[in-house]
């Protein structure tokens, strides 16, 4: 006759205190590893928007009619991320920086430019038109597809 010893669960496999340690062990430590990325990338976003921040006076802004009858063009165009942005001449540098001085979830374009004369922006809320003259560098930010122009900017080719 046989004797049973132990219960027989068959294929079942016991879940234990040593499972449910184990367990909490891994997702502390996957917790943990996901917030200090969230704080490395934070700090960085931080960091790029500060050296991104540009402070100057207003770019002066120019009607569809009075850039259409003064007859003014902007040849060298690039498509920045679905922004069709333009320029007459001079060098662009642009980046994403994240909105809020970089603690936001959102993304701001911005461009800096050597010395545009002329700026041309089209995105999907229309076209805007920017006069900054001969020589003058100029910084293009775009917020929820809004353009702001500063007469003022950090890129040289220098710091290129």
Known sequence: MATRLGRDYGAAARFGLAHAIGAVVVLTAGIGMVAFQFVRDRNAHVATAQAWDIKGPPCPQVSAADWTARQLKAPKTFDYDGTQLGRWSGDASCSDVKDK???GFRTD????????TV???TTPTGTTYYE????QPATLSLHR????CVLASKFTLKTE
Request: with cysteine.
């Open 101 to 103: 001085g970089g603690s």
């Open 132 to 135: 900054t003259g001969a020589g």
């Open 109 to 116: 374009k911005i461009c800096q430019f050597t010395s545009p």
């Open 145 to 148: 597809d809004v353009p702001r």
């Open 119 to 121: 700026l041309t922006v």
